[in-house]
């Protein structure tokens, strides 16, 4: 039996900040490190130990698991890093208050775009101040100016098919440190949660997400470690 821990970074900058963040880098704020630290100590206390790491470009995921490793004394573990991972692109959204955004643009329309399956945000400017387009770290990638869910996973799914999955074998145990909206294409997919029940499904800053894997395959329910 093989196990996969999935975690959405801890608390950032811009999520303590209530500002749409996709693709713009920010770092944890105190509470985000804190709750990394403490997703560590978690595996380190149930003995879930990782052997393998895949993470994406951005800061908060990848300091997420640097200190959940340093926790539960797993530095040294291979770590890949990859933008199909990333948040989903928040497109022209990104930098906006959320809550600024719904007193000008209405609830429901904010709630389309923020959880809405195939609906993407309204496309970023090219240059414009939140764009990450130039950015040295996506050079030679196609960026997107927007994405729904759907098209996250589009990008999830491949890397997820190609290069995670064939890793979970034998009793290894696979972590995977990433982003609400790029973890809730993964949940999708591994729990096979329908287009219009996916609106529901929150993922949590910091809280390890437990699959078990046998033969290539989920082999259990999806579980957060700090309620078993
Ligand atoms: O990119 C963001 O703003 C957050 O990481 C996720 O935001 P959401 O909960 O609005 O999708």
């Known amino acids: ?18 500002r749409f963040t996709g693709w713009w880098d920010v770092d ?24 393998l790491a895949f993470t994406s470009l951005q800061t908060r995921a990848i300091r997420t698991l640097n200190l959940a490793l340093e926790e539960c004394g797993r530095v040294w573990i291979p770590v890949r890093k990859d933008w199909h ?25 904010v709630h389309v775009w923020r959880r809405s399956f195939d ?17 040295a770290r ?4 196609d960026v997107p100016n927007t994405e729904s869910l759907k098209l996250t996973i589009e990008r999830v799914l491949p890397y997820w098919e ?15 440190s990433a982003h609400g909206n790029s973890l809730r294409a993964l949940v999708k997919h591994l729990s096979g949660i329908s287009d219009d029940e996916i609106t529901d499904l929150e ?4 809280r390890p997400i437990v699959y078990p894997f046998e033969n290539g395959k989920v082999a259990g329910q999806r579980r957060y470690l700090d309620e078993t």
């Open 1 to 18: 039996m093989s196990t996969l821990i999935l975690v959405r970074h801890g608390q950032s900058e811009w999520n303590l900040a209530n």
């Open 28 to 51: 944890l704020t105190e509470k985000g490190v804190e709750e990394a630290r403490a997703a560590g100590r978690l595996l380190k206390d149930k003995g879930i130990l990782p052997d």
């Open 85 to 109: 991972l990333n948040e989903r692109h928040y497109g022209g959204l990104t930098g906006l208050n959320k809550q600024e955004t719904r007193e000008k643009h209405g609830d429901e329309q």
């Open 119 to 135: 609906t993407p945000p309204p496309p970023i400017e090219p240059g414009s101040e939140y764009d990450p387009g130039a950015d």
């Open 138 to 141: 996506y050079a030679g990638i």
């Open 162 to 176: 190609e290069h995670i999955l064939p890793e979970l074998v034998g009793d290894r145990t696979v972590i995977i």
């Open 203 to 206: 993922i949590p800053t910091g």
